[in-house]
């Protein structure tokens, strides 16, 4: 089963930017669709993003215009980026493979990001 490591959270002030990256342990962005997910303490992990395994993509009304979904196939790597960050942002985020339109029931650390004056 394929391996996901996220990485590039950190504290930001409201406005900022963050980038995240995800690293699958194999090259699956062609085979299969993937998401960056995020979680706050006491409510459920929601979808934030996705790309298909052709490449398209589709946001969360609530990052609509703010983030943006890519990914590298030769670095087997996905990213998020993340613009004009606000303190609702604030969560750990994960990104999963998406089969069948859900996550895999296997999640990684997730990468934790904080948006505060």
């Known amino acids: 089963q394929v391996q996901l490591v996220e990485s590039g959270g950190g504290s930001v002030q409201p406005g900022g930017s963050l980038r995240l990256s995800c690293v699958a342990s194999?090259?699956?962005?062609?085979?299969?669709?993937m998401g960056w997910y995020r979680q706050t303490p006491g409510k459920a992990r929601e979808l934030v993003a996705r790309?298909?395994?052709?490449?398209?993509?589709d946001y969360a009304d609530f990052v609509k215009g703010r983030f943006t979904i890519s990914r590298d196939m030769i670095k087997k790597t996905m990213f998020l980026q993340m613009n004009n960050l606000q303190p609702e942002d604030t969560a750990v985020y994960y990104c999963?493979?998406?089969?069948?339109?859900?996550?895999?029931?296997?999640w990684g650390q997730g990468t934790q990001v904080i948006v505060s004056s």
């Open positions: 790309i298909s395994r052709l490449g398209a993509t």
């Open positions: 194999r090259n699956i962005f062609g085979i299969t669709a």
């Open positions: 999963n493979v998406i089969q069948e339109g859900k996550p895999r029931d296997n």
